[in-house]
């Protein structure tokens, strides 16, 4: 158990510190946030929103379906899927990409 809750936060550091190194360090990474909206979903149905980017973290609150203007910080890709750290109402964490796209529309 031991072992593989290591292994685990290994693979977390190397993913943050591969995206923070591919998005020019810490300070561009917010400097350079894109907005992106939810897709695919049916109403009624939300996207969590986790502590990390794996589907067995912490759900820290979610996203709904058609959900606009979400902040986001750059993603990556581990293993099979590929996440995005958001911000979305208060809360910053992380979305399986499969849900998201680009969102160009202004804020009103």
Known sequence: M?????????LLALATAS???ASGG???????????????????????VRSEPMSSAKKLGFLPAKARHIRSYGCMRLAASGWCEVRYRG??????KH??????????
């Open 19 to 21: 995206l923070v190194a």
């Open 2 to 10: 031991l072992l593989r809750a290591t292994a685990k936060m290994t």
């Open 99 to 108: 849900y998201l796209k680009p969102d160009t529309a202004q804020r009103v």
């Open 26 to 48: 810490v300070g561009a990474a917010a400097q350079n946030a894109s907005y992106v909206k939810v897709t695919g979903l049916s109403a009624g149905h939300v996207v969590w």
């Open 91 to 96: 809360t910053r964490g992380w979305v399986s």
